[in-house]
């Protein structure tokens, strides 16, 4: 019943945040709404984009891949870690100085195109409500710890009411000063789960004595090569570089400079949670080596995933166990919250202020509240369709990267690469669908290079159509 109790609390807690936002009417405009105010300070923006980083993949999938390949399973985070720092050192203070709503607005801004907007807008839409089922997923994984006994699917329908609930009330306010609040239980409940994991394997050295050396092979293993490690860098790590959710934190910096020392301190905070994360999974594989064999009816890959859940179930105390849950609760809610608010704001001033560009201020906002909910009854649906944490994420990363990133960066140095609309539309299109294709048709493994090749297909169409495009209309001036 404590622990029960605890993630009530919690569960209330971040409701009453949203509704104290709505009633001091912060969120009352677009600006609130979608960027609160741009007011963020540091302190909130380097919170806010931790916790949406430690999500499901860095929580339960990336101790999964603890338990089954060690070390090198923290790659998933750390390759984040090195996107981050690119960003903050590169782009944090442009994006930021722009003074925008999101990045298909950006993307629209840097080809002087409705068009590449539009096409931008509708490829993030698809490819985040995979991510945000995945964390629905996530949370109802761990709910199902407390509740056994209750239909996994309707813990997963409470989790995504509650984030749906309290992003609804207070958007881009209720997002920030939730995700500050959920990262420090964050980091409380993973020390406290790693040092009691610890101490029930005999500390390092008992972990060491009791794995194969390849769990302790690092930066690649046996079991996660070079070719895997430059797949996820490009398809995960990019996202962190160009991505819905990290632009949506910079937009509400205060300023340039809040901004790039924002992106570069969440950068060095995650280093040492990719670590704390895979030695927990670790030790799990010490603890409960027989996790798969318990769950016949799962893949080796969606039973990893229970790695985490079985450590609170039997190796915490009552309390304890608790804490930890709201932990990995707030890991979850604080991803998806930001990638739901992102993706509303998206389709209200991106999709639906470009079909009624005469829509008033209010009802931008209202189609902006309309879309938390329906979005977050998309995702739902897909969560209760879909599969592992793992691939549900990479089929949405393989989709954005292979679409959104490259023609993202090279926007920002149109004039030296010499890019132009059309070769950023067609790069848009054709390596989303590609990527979808080889995705969902050709059934690659999750890390597989061929993941790639929709990546690929973007930058021969950026280049390509560019290039082509720039002599037909040189030869048209003459």
């Known amino acids: 019943m404590l622990d029960i109790a605890i993630i009530v609390i919690y569960f209330l807690g971040m409701i009453a945040i949203g509704i104290r936002v709505y009633r001091k009417k912060a969120a009352a405009t677009c600006n609130g709404y979608f960027v609160a105010d741009r007011r963020g300070s540091a302190v909130f923006i380097v919170g806010s984009l931790c916790a949406t980083i430690i999500g499901a993949s860095v929580t339960l999938g990336m101790a999964g891949r603890g338990y089954r390949m060690g070390l090198p399973g923290a790659w998933w985070l750390l390759v984040g870690s090195i996107g981050l720092l690119i960003l903050g050192f590169f782009f944090a203070s442009t994006v930021r100085k ?3 709503y999101t990045l298909p607005a950006l993307v629209e801004k840097q080809y002087n195109s409705k068009t590449a907007g539009l096409v931008a807008s509708i490829l993030i839409v698809v490819a985040w409500l995979a991510v945000i089922a995945a964390q629905i997923i996530a949370a109802g994984k ?34 920030i000063h939730t995700d500050l609040v959920q990262f420090i239980i964050i980091a409380v409940g993973t020390l ?10 005999g500390g390092f050295g008992g972990l060491h004595a009791s794995l194969p050396a390849d769990y302790f092979s690092f930066p690649i293993s046996a079991k996660f090569g070079w070719p895997q490690l430059i797949t996820l860098l490009i398809l995960t790590g990019s996202t962190y570089v160009v991505g819905p959710d990290m632009y949506s934190r910079l937009f509400c910096a205060r300023n340039e400079k809040v901004a790039k020392s924002s992106a570069l301190s969440a950068a060095l905070i995650t280093i040492p949670f990719a670590f704390i994360i895979v030695l927990i999974g670790m030790g799990a594989m010490v603890l409960f080596p027989d996790i798969a064999s318990q769950h016949p009816n ?11 859940p ?8 009552i309390g304890v166990s608790g804490l930890v849950i709201a932990a990995l609760l707030a890991a979850m809610m604080s991803s998806a919250d930001t990638c739901l608010i992102t993706t509303s704001t998206i389709v209200s001033s991106d999709i639906y202020k470009r079909a009624a560009p005469k829509a008033s201020e209010r009802k931008i906002l209202m189609v902006a509240k309309l879309g938390v909910i329906v979005i977050g009854a998309l995702a739902l649906v897909v969560a209760l369709k879909a599969g592992g ?10 989709v954005f990267t292979s679409g959104v990133v490259l023609p993202v960066v090279a926007g920002f140095f149109k004039d030296k690469l010499r890019v132009n ?9 054709g390596g989303g669908v590609t990527a979808l294709v080889i995705k969902q048709f050709l059934h690659v493994d999750a890390f597989s290079p061929k993941n790639l090749i929709g990546f690929g297909v973007c930058a021969v169409l950026l280049f390509g159509v560019s290039w082509i495009t720039r002599k037909i209309h040189f030869k048209m001036s003459f």
């Open 298 to 308: 799962l893949s080796p890959v969606q039973a990893s995933e229970l790695a985490f």
């Open 389 to 398: 944490i793992i691939n549900t994420l990479l089929l949405a990363y393989t």
């Open 310 to 317: 079985t450590v609170i179930k039997d190796v915490l105390p």
């Open 98 to 100: 722009l003074g925008l």
């Open 421 to 429: 609309s059309i070769g950023a539309i067609t790069a848009i299109i």
């Open 192 to 201: 406290v789960c790693l040092g009691l994991v610890l101490d029930r394997v």
């Open 142 to 175: 761990i709910l199902s710890i407390l509740m056994p006994d209750v239909n996994l699917s309707l813990v997963m329908v409470i989790s995504a009411a509650v984030l749906t609930l309290y992003t609804f009330l207070g958007g881009q306010y209720s997002v």
